[in-house]
């Protein structure tokens, strides 16, 4: 079992920055690759960011390569999400997530543990 909790959601104004942590529970972090992503109003959530279990290989939706960065420290348990040039279509609510898989992590439907979500919410 994983345990997930997101912080660091909020309001930012446009071209601003925010950094989204989740912190899971358990031992066996380093056995998890770890997800973000996002549903916004009246929308199907939709991948943002993927990070394999070591941390050496990052995958990210076209939407937002460039600007965001998914990052992970096994011994923190923890994984970020920097979101640098934030805009009004990136308002959303973020979920962190975690999968036994090693590939198809672009796949919601391969992660069987979800946070509880935070609110990013960007004003134009």
């Known amino acids: 079992q994983v345990q997930l909790v997101e912080s660091g959601g909020g309001l930012v104004q446009a071209g601003g920055s925010l950094r989204l942590s989740c912190a899971a529970s358990?031992?066996?972090?380093?056995?998890?690759?770890m997800a973000w992503f996002r549903q916004a109003p009246g929308k199907e959530r939709e991948f943002v960011a993927a990070i394999n279990r070591g941390g050496g290989s990052t995958y990210y939706a076209d939407s937002v390569k460039g600007r965001f960065t998914i990052s992970r420290n096994n011994a923190r348990n923890t994984v970020y999400l920097q979101m640098n040039n934030l805009q009004s279509e990136d308002t959303a609510v973020y979920y962190c997530a975690a999968s036994g898989a090693i590939v198809g992590l672009t796949r919601s439907r391969e992660y069987g543990y979800w946070g509880q979500g935070t609110q990013v919410t960007v004003s134009s």
């Open positions: 358990g031992r066996t972090f380093s056995s998890y690759a």
